[in-house]
């Protein structure tokens, strides 16, 4: 299978402790995307790369948050501290730069944050 | 904020066409008209897109008004499968995607 892949699919911490996902993008697709999506919402924009460079923050992306795409290939997402109010789907997805075909989306990562 | 408005919910029969609409008023003459689905507990899945004119994949069509104010997807042949929430998103260059809370649509045997 040569779409996007996220790990884990599952995670539950517990309030203030720190956790990372990683996302493998599609492997020729230079632009990567993080979304959240939480119970009974359309999935919220995080953060996106071009290549290594992080072109794009939104505000929802607080200082516990941090995203890095180190090669330009995989990307890691780390949350600092959790909250319960993190507890949410995290998505991945990713697609060719400059070119209006779609996004390929990963099949998430669930966190709960007991 | 989403600059989309959709139907909360509809049902369809199997076998028959789903018709989900979906208002864009605001849309610039630049921007595209994407759809979307997620099935449950699943990322969501590129369906088709457009422009002015309409488009026709093997997944479904995409009817888009003269005036682009408002879109249109047709699933020709409703399934089981085709239960999802179905979201329509106007893309701006930014290249992000902004999603709204999108139509469960509900098809039934």
């Known amino acids: 299978d040569t779409g996007v892949s996220q790990d884990p699919r599952h995670k539950i911490t517990k309030r203030g402790q720190n956790v990372t996902f990683r996302c493998d993008p599609i492997?020729?697709?230079?632009?990567l995307y993080w979304y959240r999506q939480t119970l009974g919402q359309g999935p919220e924009f995080l953060t996106y790369?071009?290549?290594?460079?992080?072109?794009?923050k939104s505000r929802l992306l607080s200082d516990r948050f941090s995203a890095e795409r180190p090669k330009g290939s995989f990307s890691t997402l780390e949350i600092q501290r959790t909250e319960q109010g993190d507890s949410a789907m995290y998505l991945c997805?990713?697609?060719?730069?400059?070119?209006?075909?779609?996004?390929?989306f990963g099949p998430g990562t669930r966190l709960t944050v007991t | 904020d989403a600059k989309t408005t959709q139907p909360t919910s509809m049902d369809c029969a199997e076998g028959r066409a789903a018709n989900l609409p979906c208002n864009h008023s605001?849309?610039?003459?630049?921007?595209?008209v994407y759809w979307y689905r997620q099935i449950h507990s699943q990322g969501p899945q590129y369906i088709i897109h457009g422009l002015k004119n309409n488009e026709t994949n093997e997944m479904a069509s995409l009817i888009i008004t003269e005036d682009r104010k408002s879109s249109t997807l047709i699933l020709p042949h409703a399934t089981l499968r085709d239960t999802a929430v179905y979201y329509c998103i106007v893309r701006d260059n930014t290249d992000k995607l902004i999603f709204g809370t999108g139509t469960r649509l509900q098809v039934f045997p």
């Open positions: 605001t849309i610039s003459g630049n921007e595209y």
């Open positions: 790369f071009q290549n290594e460079a992080q072109l794009e």
């Open positions: 492997s020729e697709h230079n632009r």
């Open positions: 997805a990713s697609k060719v730069a400059d070119t209006h075909y779609e996004q390929y």
